[in-house]
T-cell receptor, first 115, second 112 residues
Framework: EAGVAQSPRYKIIEKRQSVAFWCNPI?????LYWYQQILGQGPKLLIQ????????DSQLPKDRFSAERLKGVDSTLKIQPAKLEDSAVYLC?????????????FGEGSWLTVV | DQQVKQNSPSLSVQEGRISILNCDYT??????FLWYKKYPAEGPTFLIS?????DKNEDGRFTVFLNKSAKHLSLHIVPSQPGDSAVYFC???????????FGAGTRLTVKP
């Protein structure tokens, strides 16, 4: 079974530039998550989708971050304009459904460096 | 607001001995707990989980213990192997959604 796919793996941009990350979840998984992991910290949830609807985006900095999952499968996360503090690993994850008890499976992450 | 805490940033253990990683949580609504393992340059991979209706779950060399009254869980690895060297994250979620909260991680080093 294919895992969660993410691209690009690595990206270096200058501050105030924009960047987009793409995620393809495990087939059949209705719930998709974007997490931000800053060095030395645990993953922090940015946004959670159930199919193509947003369930929770309370921790998404909406002035610069946006995400969509238009057809309920693939998702993109965009940062515009980027700040130095956005340097982190952006992890996409998916699970069968929304409910607790479902294991979340992570992709390998997209490593962003803002200079 | 750190609802899941791993107070030990690192742990070093000799090969063959037991590794014990600890995790505390504050939200009494959490009912599902997981441990993830992360190697450098990779995403976290699921290791083992436990539901709040249990106090122990075992899978091979890995055992997770849950003490609900103390809001504490631990991961035991016996015997520890050098390949277990990684960062271990504790995570928790509640029944009303799957918004999983993570601890900051504990870096385990198993020395040959």
């Amino acid at each position: 079974e294919a895992g969660v796919a993410q691209s690009p793996r690595y990206k270096i941009i200058e501050k105030r530039q924009s960047v987009a990350f793409w995620c393809n979840p495990i087939s059949g998984h209705a719930t998709l998550y974007w997490y931000q992991q800053i060095l030395g910290q645990g993953p922090k949830l940015l946004i959670q989708f159930q199919n193509n609807g947003v369930v929770d985006d309370s921790q998404l900095p909406k002035d610069r971050f946006s995400a969509e999952r238009l057809k309920g499968v693939d998702s993109t996360l965009k940062i515009q304009p980027a700040k130095l503090e956005d340097s982190a690993v952006y992890l996409c994850a998916s699970s069968l459904s929304l409910h607790s008890g479902n294991t979340i499976y992570f992709g390998e992450g997209s490593w962003l460096t803002v200079v | 607001d750190q609802q899941v805490k791993q107070n030990s940033p690192s742990l070093s253990v000799q090969e063959g001995r037991i590794s014990i990683l600890n995790c505390d949580y504050t939200n009494s609504m959490f009912d599902y707990f997981l441990w993830y393992k992360k190697y450098p340059a990779e995403g976290p991979t699921f290791l083992i989980s436990i539901s709040s209706i249990k106090d122990k779950n075992e899978d091979g060399r890995f055992t997770v213990f849950l003490n609900k009254s103390a809001k504490h869980l631990s991961l035991h690895i016996v015997p520890s192997q050098p390949g277990d060297s990684a960062v271990y994250f504790c995570a928790a979620s509640s029944a009303n959604n799957n918004d999983m909260r993570f601890g900051a991680g504990t870096r385990l080093t198993v020395k040959p």
